[in-house]
Protein backbone atom coordinates (compact mmCIF):
# COMPACT_ATOMS: atom_id res chain seq x y z
CA UNK A 1 0.00 0.00 0.00
CA UNK A 2 1.20 3.63 -0.78
CA UNK A 3 1.99 6.03 1.93
CA UNK A 4 2.38 9.83 2.26
CA UNK A 5 4.68 11.80 4.07
CA UNK A 6 4.68 15.46 5.12
CA UNK A 7 7.44 15.88 7.16
CA UNK A 8 6.71 19.69 8.35
CA UNK A 9 3.48 20.07 10.01
CA UNK A 10 3.20 23.89 10.13
CA UNK A 11 5.50 26.71 7.95
CA UNK A 12 5.90 29.99 9.03
CA UNK A 13 7.28 32.00 6.59
CA UNK A 14 7.38 36.23 5.46
CA UNK A 15 5.37 37.66 2.79
CA UNK A 16 7.25 37.91 -0.50
CA UNK A 17 9.70 34.79 0.22
CA UNK A 18 10.45 31.62 -1.18
CA UNK A 19 8.56 28.53 0.23
CA UNK A 20 9.17 24.39 0.09
CA UNK A 21 6.42 22.42 1.16
CA UNK A 22 7.70 18.64 1.33
CA UNK A 23 5.99 15.93 0.32
CA UNK A 24 7.45 11.85 0.00
CA UNK A 25 5.83 8.91 -0.70
CA UNK A 26 6.57 5.21 -0.70
CA UNK A 27 5.14 3.14 -3.72
CA UNK A 28 6.89 0.64 -5.72
CA UNK A 29 4.12 0.61 -8.60
CA UNK A 30 3.93 3.97 -11.12
CA UNK A 31 1.65 6.71 -8.94
CA UNK A 32 -0.25 9.81 -9.30
CA UNK A 33 0.41 12.78 -6.85
CA UNK A 34 -1.48 15.85 -6.21
CA UNK A 35 -1.50 18.69 -3.87
CA UNK A 36 -4.57 19.86 -2.91
CA UNK A 37 -5.19 23.13 -0.76
CA UNK A 38 -7.57 23.66 1.99
CA UNK A 39 -8.41 27.56 3.10
CA UNK A 40 -10.35 27.85 6.36
CA UNK A 41 -13.93 26.04 6.85
CA UNK A 42 -13.76 24.91 3.04
CA UNK A 43 -12.95 21.71 1.55
CA UNK A 44 -10.11 20.76 -0.44
CA UNK A 45 -9.58 21.95 -3.79
CA UNK A 46 -6.81 20.59 -6.51
CA UNK A 47 -3.95 22.71 -6.49
CA UNK A 48 -1.77 20.84 -9.29
CA UNK A 49 -1.28 17.41 -10.15
CA UNK A 50 1.26 15.03 -12.24
CA UNK A 51 -0.32 11.73 -14.08
CA UNK A 52 2.61 11.47 -17.14
CA UNK A 53 4.86 13.67 -18.62
CA UNK A 54 6.60 16.46 -17.54
CA UNK A 55 7.93 16.23 -14.26
CA UNK A 56 7.18 19.68 -13.22
CA UNK A 57 3.73 20.52 -12.79
CA UNK A 58 2.69 24.20 -12.35
CA UNK A 59 -0.62 25.52 -10.90
CA UNK A 60 -2.56 29.08 -11.99
CA UNK A 61 -1.07 31.02 -9.06
CA UNK A 62 2.47 30.45 -8.78
CA UNK A 63 3.25 27.00 -7.48
CA UNK A 64 5.24 24.40 -8.69
CA UNK A 65 6.07 20.49 -8.18
CA UNK A 66 8.78 18.53 -9.48
CA UNK A 67 7.98 14.82 -9.37
CA UNK A 68 11.61 12.85 -8.85
CA UNK A 69 11.26 9.08 -8.72
CA UNK A 70 14.37 8.19 -7.67
CA UNK A 71 13.72 10.16 -4.32
CA UNK A 72 10.35 9.84 -4.25
CA UNK A 73 9.42 13.37 -3.54
CA UNK A 74 6.66 15.68 -5.07
CA UNK A 75 7.96 18.85 -3.17
CA UNK A 76 5.78 22.06 -3.74
CA UNK A 77 7.54 25.51 -4.01
CA UNK A 78 6.69 29.00 -4.78
CA UNK A 79 9.20 31.77 -5.49
CA UNK A 80 7.25 34.36 -4.09
CA UNK A 81 4.18 34.14 -1.42
CA UNK A 82 1.57 36.32 -0.66
CA UNK A 83 -0.79 36.21 2.56
CA UNK A 84 -3.78 34.67 0.78
CA UNK A 85 -1.55 31.94 0.25
CA UNK A 86 -2.17 30.96 4.06
CA UNK A 87 -3.68 28.01 3.97
CA UNK A 88 -3.32 24.15 4.74
CA UNK A 89 -1.48 22.10 2.29
CA UNK A 90 -2.63 18.19 1.42
CA UNK A 91 -0.05 15.81 -0.99
CA UNK A 92 -2.10 12.68 -1.94
CA UNK A 93 -0.66 9.22 -4.21
CA UNK A 94 -2.67 7.51 -5.65
CA UNK A 95 -1.70 4.02 -7.92
CA UNK A 96 -1.07 4.55 -11.29
CA UNK A 97 -3.96 2.95 -12.94
CA UNK A 98 -5.50 1.45 -10.04
CA UNK A 99 -8.99 3.14 -9.39
CA UNK A 100 -9.33 6.35 -7.37
CA UNK A 101 -8.55 5.97 -4.20
CA UNK A 102 -6.22 8.84 -3.16
CA UNK A 103 -3.98 8.24 0.19
CA UNK A 104 -3.71 11.94 1.53
CA UNK A 105 -0.17 13.17 3.96
CA UNK A 106 -1.20 14.74 7.23
CA UNK A 107 -0.96 18.47 5.44
CA UNK A 108 1.11 21.12 6.35
CA UNK A 109 -0.22 24.68 7.29
CA UNK A 110 1.54 27.47 5.51
CA UNK A 111 1.50 30.38 7.32
CA UNK A 112 2.41 33.55 5.55
CA UNK A 113 3.29 36.69 7.79
CA UNK A 114 4.04 40.59 6.79
CA UNK B 1 -25.91 25.88 -8.91
CA UNK B 2 -23.85 23.19 -9.81
CA UNK B 3 -21.34 21.70 -7.38
CA UNK B 4 -21.20 18.75 -4.27
CA UNK B 5 -23.28 20.14 -1.10
CA UNK B 6 -23.12 18.53 2.45
CA UNK B 7 -25.85 18.44 5.01
CA UNK B 8 -25.66 19.54 8.13
CA UNK B 9 -22.57 21.80 7.87
CA UNK B 10 -22.78 21.61 12.06
CA UNK B 11 -24.64 18.58 14.09
CA UNK B 12 -24.00 18.18 17.89
CA UNK B 13 -25.16 14.55 18.88
CA UNK B 14 -24.92 11.88 21.84
CA UNK B 15 -23.21 8.89 22.29
CA UNK B 16 -25.29 5.56 20.83
CA UNK B 17 -27.35 7.98 18.81
CA UNK B 18 -27.93 7.61 14.33
CA UNK B 19 -26.37 10.27 12.59
CA UNK B 20 -27.23 10.58 9.04
CA UNK B 21 -24.97 13.03 6.64
CA UNK B 22 -26.46 13.80 3.32
CA UNK B 23 -23.58 14.85 0.13
CA UNK B 24 -25.35 16.08 -3.24
CA UNK B 25 -23.71 16.47 -6.33
CA UNK B 26 -24.80 17.69 -9.77
CA UNK B 27 -21.95 16.64 -11.75
CA UNK B 28 -23.30 12.69 -12.54
CA UNK B 29 -19.99 12.11 -11.37
CA UNK B 30 -19.58 8.24 -11.02
CA UNK B 31 -17.10 8.39 -8.34
CA UNK B 32 -18.05 9.48 -4.75
CA UNK B 33 -15.73 9.57 -1.65
CA UNK B 34 -16.21 10.30 2.43
CA UNK B 35 -13.52 11.41 4.20
CA UNK B 36 -12.80 12.17 7.65
CA UNK B 37 -10.19 14.77 8.84
CA UNK B 38 -8.45 14.50 12.29
CA UNK B 39 -5.70 16.87 13.38
CA UNK B 40 -2.42 15.01 12.95
CA UNK B 41 -4.22 12.32 10.41
CA UNK B 42 -5.20 14.57 7.67
CA UNK B 43 -7.45 12.76 5.53
CA UNK B 44 -8.82 9.23 6.11
CA UNK B 45 -11.39 6.99 3.53
CA UNK B 46 -13.96 5.90 5.27
CA UNK B 47 -16.40 4.17 1.89
CA UNK B 48 -15.83 5.32 -1.65
CA UNK B 49 -18.70 4.37 -4.82
CA UNK B 50 -17.50 3.87 -8.44
CA UNK B 51 -21.33 3.89 -9.05
CA UNK B 52 -24.84 3.63 -8.17
CA UNK B 53 -25.50 0.48 -6.07
CA UNK B 54 -21.31 -0.40 -5.83
CA UNK B 55 -19.93 1.07 -2.54
CA UNK B 56 -16.36 -0.24 -1.04
CA UNK B 57 -14.49 0.23 2.11
CA UNK B 58 -11.65 2.77 2.82
CA UNK B 59 -9.10 2.87 5.38
CA UNK B 60 -11.75 3.38 8.20
CA UNK B 61 -15.37 1.82 7.53
CA UNK B 62 -15.54 0.69 10.85
CA UNK B 63 -19.20 2.38 12.82
CA UNK B 64 -20.27 4.10 9.33
CA UNK B 65 -22.70 2.47 6.54
CA UNK B 66 -23.29 4.08 3.30
CA UNK B 67 -25.57 3.94 0.30
CA UNK B 68 -25.71 5.26 -3.16
CA UNK B 69 -29.46 4.13 -4.65
CA UNK B 70 -28.93 7.18 -7.02
CA UNK B 71 -25.87 8.74 -8.64
CA UNK B 72 -26.12 12.20 -7.44
CA UNK B 73 -26.35 11.22 -3.43
CA UNK B 74 -23.90 9.44 -1.16
CA UNK B 75 -25.50 9.40 2.23
CA UNK B 76 -23.06 8.41 5.30
CA UNK B 77 -24.59 6.91 8.81
CA UNK B 78 -23.24 6.58 12.25
CA UNK B 79 -25.20 4.07 13.36
CA UNK B 80 -24.31 4.22 16.80
CA UNK B 81 -22.13 7.44 17.19
CA UNK B 82 -19.26 7.00 19.49
CA UNK B 83 -17.05 10.61 21.01
CA UNK B 84 -13.90 8.95 18.46
CA UNK B 85 -16.25 9.66 15.55
CA UNK B 86 -16.06 13.27 16.20
CA UNK B 87 -14.65 14.80 13.62
CA UNK B 88 -15.20 16.59 9.88
CA UNK B 89 -16.50 14.71 7.08
CA UNK B 90 -16.08 15.55 3.68
CA UNK B 91 -17.34 14.68 1.11
CA UNK B 92 -15.83 14.35 -2.75
CA UNK B 93 -16.93 13.27 -6.30
CA UNK B 94 -14.70 12.48 -9.10
CA UNK B 95 -15.92 11.72 -12.87
CA UNK B 96 -12.61 9.72 -13.74
CA UNK B 97 -10.44 7.40 -11.78
CA UNK B 98 -7.47 9.49 -10.55
CA UNK B 99 -9.16 12.37 -11.54
CA UNK B 100 -9.57 15.71 -9.76
CA UNK B 101 -11.85 15.04 -6.77
CA UNK B 102 -13.92 18.17 -5.84
CA UNK B 103 -14.94 18.72 -2.17
CA UNK B 104 -17.83 19.36 -0.33
CA UNK B 105 -17.11 21.96 2.67
CA UNK B 106 -17.58 19.60 4.78
CA UNK B 107 -19.98 18.48 8.11
CA UNK B 108 -18.60 18.88 11.89
CA UNK B 109 -19.79 16.59 13.87
CA UNK B 110 -19.54 16.41 17.65
CA UNK B 111 -20.51 13.53 19.55
CA UNK B 112 -20.90 13.78 23.07
Known amino acids: AQSVTQLDSQVPVFEEAPVELRCNYS??????LFWYVQYPNQGLQLLLK??????LVESINGFEAEFNKSQTSFHLRKPSVHISDTAEYFC????????????FGTGTQLKVEL | DAGITQSPRYKITETGRQVTLMCHQTWSHSYMFWYRQDLGHGLRLIYY???????DKGEVPDGYVVSRSKTENFPLTLESATRSQTSVYFC???????????FGEGSRLTVL
Open chain 2, 92 to 102: ASSEVPAGELF
Open chain 1, 50 to 55: YLSGST
Open chain 2, 49 to 55: SAAADIT
Open chain 1, 27 to 32: SSVSVY
Open chain 1, 92 to 103: AVSVGGGGNKLT
